[in-house]
């Protein structure tokens, strides 16, 4: 069997400083029977400077042959007056319509080390891990007619939402695969008491788990529902599956119970590929950071992690996924802590780089 292969692209800002962790972490593994055929190539402003488009063609080409894309953060104000066609957003957004990644993958998991920095009480949040799973390609951000027109002597704001059953199936099965990789429940969340669209993805929501997944226990709720349920009591829930419009709020609710930014790691996948593995994209949810690039005091866990939902959902390594998680609960249980995740009592922070070091410690020490 060819080595798994993994495109990294570390972006701008915190991007490279963040990547480089991660690259002692593919390393490690290499190390240990697991080795990855990487290359690196430029996205974003790095891109733009070096060759004027945020992402070249050739770059574009890897990133669909690879089996999985890793990505830092693109953006920074050197690039906020550049035309919108060249701006560094514009790579990241190119590489999710090329590749179709229609499903995004956020998890919500609070550390107990980090139970406190959630807004809600640590007994609703300590040990959450749940999974939203939002549709990325469709929906009301997509949808036609749009725009904004005259009527009469007033303007008119219009944005559709469609889709298609083929749209629906292709995101429910996805999570109904991750269920299954988990605790084997799916909450589908829609709007089926006041938009049509929402009827339809209830119903084949229920067609799929009919025909193919009646082994994962299914349940719908309202999004506004949902959104109410996932502050009362968020560990009631294993899977999320959502449209486009309702996933983007619920996402970042749910992450934003677990406190942190520098700690949420994402994934979007697409169809299958030949090999049978998802065609992929891991990032952190966070952005370049450009007021504390250079200054080694990023957090660097949002991006291990997202390695770790690589290593899960596109290499079928459950275990060293399970391994890296591990070791990174396990530092933070230490009380090893990056400038962002220092708490009221203060103490005194460690560098992005000494991060990295100590999960890789902690993993040689399961070795
Ligand atoms: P940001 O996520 O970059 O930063 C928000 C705040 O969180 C900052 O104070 C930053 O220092 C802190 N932060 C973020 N990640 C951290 C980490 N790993 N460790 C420690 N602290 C961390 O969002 P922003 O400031 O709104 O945007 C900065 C730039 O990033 C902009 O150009 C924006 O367009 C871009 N951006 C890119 C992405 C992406 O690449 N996916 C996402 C969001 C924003």
Redesign the pocket.
């Known amino acids: 069997m060819p080595n798994p292969t993994i495109l990294i692209l570390p972006?701008?800002?915190?991007?490279p400083e963040?990547m480089a962790e991660v690259r002692k972490v593919i390393d490690w593994f290499g190390t240990r029977g697991h080795a990855f055929d990487v290359t690196e190539d430029l996205v974003?402003g790095c891109a733009y400077d070096a060759h004027g488009t945020p992402l070249t063609d050739e770059t574009m080409a890897k990133a669909q042959e690879v089996d999985a894309v890793l990505?830092?953060?693109?953006?920074?104000?050197q690039?906020?007056n550049l035309d919108f066609s060249v701006k560094?957003?514009r790579g990241?957004l190119r590489l999710r319509k090329e590749m179709d990644l229609f499903a995004n993958l956020r998890p919500a998991q609070c550390f107990d080390a980090l139970a406190d920095f959630s807004s809600l009480k640590k007994d609703v949040v300590a040990g959450l891990d749940i999974m939203i799973v939002r549709e990325l390609t469709s929906g009301v951000y997509f949808g036609e007619p749009r725009g904004i027109i005259k009527e009469g002597n007033e303007r008119v704001g219009i944005n559709t939402q469609r889709y298609t059953e083929s749209e629906i199936a292709r995101v429910a099965r996805s999570a109904f695969e991750l269920a299954r990789k988990r605790n084997n429940k799916l909450c589908s969340m829609e709007k089926a008491n006041v938009m049509e669209s929402g009827v339809l993805w209830r119903d084949v929501v229920n067609e799929v788990h009919a025909a193919e997944y009646s082994d994962v226990e299914l349940s719908h709720m309202y999004a506004d529902a949902g959104a109410m349920q996932l502050t009362r009591w968020p560990k009631q829930f294993d899977v999320i599956v959502t449209d486009n419009l309702f996933g983007d709020l619920l996402s970042d609710l749910a992450a934003m119970l677990t406190g942190?930014?520098?700690m949420l790691p994402s994934a979007s996948l697409g169809a299958p590929m030949a090999n049978g593995r998802p065609k992929a994209l891991y990032?952190?949810?966070?952005?370049?950071?450009?007021?504390?690039a250079g200054t080694g005091?990023?957090?660097?866990?949002?991006?291990i992690l997202s390695f770790a939902m690589a290593l899960r959902y596109s290499f079928d390594m459950g275990d060293e996924a399970t391994r890296l998680e591990q070791a990174v609960e396990a530092v933070l249980a230490d009380g090893l802590r990056?400038?962002?995740l220092m708490g009221p009592e203060g103490g005194t922070p460690i560098s992005?780089a000494d991060m990295g070091d100590a999960i890789i410690a902690k993993l040689a020490a399961t070795a």
């Not at 972006?11 to 991007?15: E, S």
């Not at 990505?71 to 104000?77: D, R, T």
């Open positions: 972006g701008d800002g915190i991007g963040v974003g990505l830092g953060a693109v953006g920074g104000p690039y906020d560094p957003e990241l942190s930014l520098g990032e952190p949810v966070h952005g370049s950071a450009p007021d504390i005091k990023a957090n660097p866990i949002a991006c990056t400038a962002d992005t």
